[in-house]
């Protein structure tokens, strides 16, 4: 069963410099989400793609922007990267109009996750 | 805004004993979503138990039970015959009643599991 695959594990980038985060979502989902984990925190809400729209954002800046593909696989692009901007960058994949009776089944599958750090 | 609290930075728990986090949320609305999230070492979110708010029967699922308090707006996690695989951060976290809703998640407990 393929859950939810991020790439790459590990990432060292520059301050100043772009990075492009993928992801691609457990099989059967259609919806893309993105979280900014800071070390020791909890995950904060980037934003949320679905049918290749942008449908929610968090407060984040526009320096973060995504794309979701016809195969449902996903990106995360940031640039300019600032120190602040090091964390765990986590996907969460999940079905809109999906099942709400199992545990298993219901609600957002999560990725292990990207590690940049900014140097 | 919603918002999530866990005030618990750490817990530490013997082996096969019983452990409780806390977690209080707030937000206006009515129909909700409450979970709890395990995050181990590995850093991949697992979904451990989740409520439905208009549910007033607290969930469970194996070792791992609810206390649900609407009014309180409080939702802890008790878990049971603790083992050393529980051993992680604990999130809990609020989604809307809506299909494409987000996460708003705790800041999040380190459970320490002692043999």
């Known amino acids: 069963d393929a859950g939810v695959t991020q790439s790459p594990t590990h990432l060292i980038k520059t301050r100043g410099q772009q990075v492009t985060l993928r992801c691609s979502p457990k099989s059967g989902h259609d919806t893309v989400s993105w979280y900014q984990q800071a070390l020791g925190q909890g995950p904060q809400f980037i934003f949320q793609y679905y049918e290749e729209e942008e449908r929610q954002r968090g407060n984040f800046p526009d320096r973060f922007s995504g794309h979701q593909f016809p195969n449902y696989s996903s990106e995360l692009n940031v640039n300019a990267l600032l120190l602040g901007d090091s964390a765990l960058y986590l996907c969460?994949?999940?079905?809109?109009?999906?099942?709400?009776?199992?545990?298993?089944?219901?609600?957002?599958?999560f990725g292990s996750g990207t590690r940049l750090t900014v140097v | 805004a919603q918002t999530v609290t866990q005030s618990q930075p750490e817990m530490s728990v013997q082996e096969a004993e019983t452990v409780t986090l806390s977690c209080t949320y707030d937000t206006s609305e009515s129909d909700y979503y409450l979970f709890w999230y395990k995050q181990p070492p590995s850093r991949q979110m697992i979904l451990v138990i989740r409520?439905?708010?208009?549910?007033?029967q607290n969930a469970t699922e194996n070792r791992f039970s609810v206390n649900f308090q609407k009014a309180a707006k409080s939702f802890s996690l008790k878990i049971s015959d603790s083992q050393l695989g529980d051993a992680a951060m604990y999130f809990c976290a609020y989604r809307r009643r809506s299909n494409t809703g987000k996460l708003i998640f705790g800041q999040g407990t380190t459970l320490q599991v002692k043999p």
């Open positions: 409520q439905e708010a208009y549910k007033q």
């Open positions: 969460a994949s999940s079905l809109v109009w999906g099942s709400t009776t199992s545990l298993t089944d219901y609600g957002y599958t």
